[in-house]
Each structure stands twice: as structure tokens, then as C-alpha cells.
């Protein structure tokens, strides 16, 4: 295993990003940012050995600063929507900043995907890690929080996540990859292919926000328990698709806190596979519905636009604090939070 880091530009106040690159014996790599923690490129062979890069990503800090979709970057404190911008915690009201119609997505106006990480490299793993100071955009606590990257030789990805906080808050850290199986430039994914493990998902209003109710996905065009194209159902008549302008929701998952498999997703152009894992008890389909052309300058030029890419978020339910029904994602004082998430790569489903 080989790990390199050079220089990836500087921001717009001046301050300068790094970029690691872990590569295996094989040749597969993947490029690591500390602004945003984010992953900018994945590269994996294809079925004739070919390295495919697999994810949207930017080629300099700047580029990853400009854009607005999240690429590959690592949310917080609390990804994915709280409604309203607002929750009760101990009895006391916290209002956040509505950055999203009337929620709050991804941790407010500068959340962590927006802040510079500190960085490290521990055996085989880059770390990122910061502290998010008391207050920041609204929290409570001081949180103290690292996001572990490692590729093993079997082309598996892993992501380990750990936070902790002087006082009760909420926390809810996942990864923002957009995958395309096919190269990170080639357009459309919706020929591609995905199964997820999931019975059922939370029911989403026309803000993308989950209501409460859970839905059975059979029947449904959240039905994904066999493998099925993405884009077989994402155009029809359902009024939860038309919410969220495509598939934009959370998928209920059953693992008890395992390490388990919990999707899949198949390219029949190149016959790459992946396999995710988590201990999250929620996957978020995303299929780049809101990614308009030109919002997010990417690597060698390209422009990435809608639908050109989907992501397998593992995370808690959204809007948990609202529903007493939904798995807590406040984080007590003291408390460890501790979470895995892989994507692994191979040739044939």
C-alpha cells in the first residue's frame, strides 16, 4: 500500500488543501481532500483490467469550493434534513439556519463538507479530523470528530466515523459520493444497475422531507429488493417521486448495528460491481435530481449534470428529531459515536 500527498490549491481566503492518494498493489486508488474530508477520485479496473474512475469529483480546492452539490465530501454535524431548521433537546429550543426552502441540509451554510480538516496519516489510513466549536451553526457541544479513509487490496473502500462531545447534541456523518459505475464523465446512470436490502423507506413531502410514515416498498417504484435499472421506475406516476424530482430517500435498513451488506450496484457497460456495507440503520438513494448543468465543475473539464451520477448515503434517518418513531441521532455527553461504511469493488454481479 502506497500513500502520497501533495498540494491541491488553495481557497478562496488563501489557506491551502492537500490531497492523499492511497494506491494498492493492484493499482487501484483513491484521492482524498482535507477540505470537506472528501473523496475526489476512486479509480478501479473495469472487466477488460482498465482503471475506472467511479466517482464525481474536482481536480482543484477551488473547483471543490465552488460547487454546491456536496461532492464526495463528508457532511455535518448533521447530514441530510432537519425540518424546519429547528429540534427540542433537553427541553431547550435550537434553531438552525434554513438553507434548504424551510429545513436545514448538511449542517447549515458552511457546514463540515465547507470547513478545512486537520489531517493525518496512521498506519494505512488518512485521517481528518476537527473540532466543531460550541455553537457552530447553531449546535450545541463542542464535537470533536474524524472521518478514517482506507483501501485495502481487495478494492475495498472504508470509511470509519467517530465523534464526541462535552455536552448532548445531535450527530449525523455520512459520505456524499456520487458514484458512476460507467467513469465519472460518461453521463446518464440510469441504465446502471442497483439493489438495495431494504423492506421499506420514509415517506418524504414536497420538501424532501420524511413525514413519519414508513412505507412497504413492494408494489412501489422503491422496490429495489431484486436487481432493477435506476431509471426502470424514476419517471413514474408516485407522488413520493415526484417530491423528491426522482429517487431522493431513505431506505430502511435492518442491521442492528452489524457491519453489513446493505446494497449493490452493477455496470453492465464495464462490469464493475460494488458492494456497500454499513452499521447505519439508513441508506439514502440520491440521483442527482437537483445537479443542474454547470453547478459542479469536475475533473478534466467536465461539467457534471443531472442524473450523471447516484449516491448510497449511510446515515440516520432524516428528521429524526421530529419522529419519536425514527432511530435517535442525539449524541449524549461522553458518548462515543462510532460508524463503518465500505463500498467494495469487483468485476460481475
Known sequence: MKITMRPFGKLSDGREAVLYTITNQA?????????????????VPDREGKLVDVVLGCETAADQERQTASLGATPGRHANRIGKGEFILNEKHYQLCKNNGENHLHGGKEGFDKKLWNHSVQGERVVFSRLSPDGEEGYPGNLLCSVAYSLDEE????MEYCALSDEDTVVNLTNHSYFNLNGH?????????????????????AGCL???????VEGTPFDFRQWK???????????NLKNGS???HNFILDLEGEFSLCAEAFSPKTGIHMSMYTTQPGVQLYTANFLQ?????????????RREGFCLEAQHWPNAMAHKNFPTVVLRAGELYQHMTAYAFSIGK
Open 229 to 239: 435499472a435506476i431509471g426502470q421506475d424514476i419517471n413514474a406516476v408516485d407522488p
Open 293 to 305: 448543468d454547470g453547478q459542479a465543475k469536475g475533473k478534466h473539464g467536465v461539467f457534471y449534470g
Open 155 to 158: 478494492n475495498q473502500l472504508l
Open 185 to 205: 464523465d460518461s453521463g446518464s446512470v440510469l441504465e446502471q444497475e442497483l439493489k438495495i436490502y431494504s423492506d421499506s423507506f420514509t415517506e418524504n413531502d
Open 27 to 43: 493499482g487501484a486508488s483513491v484521492s482524498l481532500t482535507n477540505y470537506g474530508a472528501a473523496v475526489t477520485a476512486l479509480k
Open 246 to 248: 426522482g429517487y431522493d
Open 210 to 216: 420524511p413525514t413519519g410514515k414508513i412505507i412497504l
